[in-house]
């Protein structure tokens, strides 16, 4: 096909960016991220899904609130436990650099000129395998963020005040936010993406039998 290199230059530099301009985005630009999440499979074709955009900063303020004390209690304690753990190196270094971008993003999350919240018709609790009807939808949006230029990535920290972060959204009971995607113009670079090698997760027939 022919637009299968742009195809895989994309999937292979969309990372999460975490430090994002204040520039306001165009509306056009959202309703294409928007309109590449509703391309994408769900459980049964049910589409239970709702796409909540948020530019009100009173909103985003309110949540960035329980998003920093999820940050304090969880996320912190637990950057730090894995740091102390490492020796000096490229590893620890590595670490560090990620903990700086979610601590930067933790303290600017509400200025981030747009957020889309991932949501579900779901009973509260109801199990990880929810996730499956959303975060498809989740994953073509970022990779539609990325095609279109903009940063982004997939945050659910705030899921555990859940009820709390969803009623100022106004979600009715039976609906539950699963992901927010804070979305702007990137400060960084976009670049490609460092993963594990294929030999290295890979099996055959049987784990640990390699593929290759």
């Known amino acids: 096909m022919t637009d299968e290199p742009q195809l895989f230059e994309t999937l292979f530099t969309t990372r999460a960016m975490r430090r994002l301009k204040a520039d306001p985005v165009p509306r056009a630009l959202i309703e294409r991220i928007l309109e590449a999440g509703r391309a994408a499979p769900s459980g049964g074709n049910a589409q239970a899904w709702g796409f909540l955009v948020i530019e009100d900063p009173d909103v985003k303020a309110k949540v960035q609130a329980f998003y920093q004390r999820a940050y304090d209690e969880r996320a912190g304690p637990h950057y730090a436990a894995q740091l102390a753990a490492l020796a000096p190196g490229d590893a620890r270094e590595k670490l560090q650099r990620q903990m700086r971008a979610v601590e930067h993003l933790t303290r600017h999350f509400h ?74 113009y990137p400060q960084g670079r976009f670049g490609p993406v460092a993963r594990r090698p294929l030999s290295e997760v890979t099996h055959r027939d049987r784990w640990g039998q390699p593929y290759f």
């Open 111 to 184: 200025e981030a000129p747009v957020w889309i919240v991932a949501c579900l018709e779901a009973p509260r609790g109801g199990g990880p395998g929810l996730g499956a009807s959303i975060y498809p939808a989740v994953q073509n949006m970022l990779l539609a963020a990325r095609g279109l230029g903009l940063g982004a990535t997939l945050t659910s920290r705030h899921m555990l005040y859940g009820e709390a972060v969803d009623a100022i959204f106004g979600l009715p009971k039976s609906v539950c936010s699963f992901a927010i995607l804070p979305i702007g």
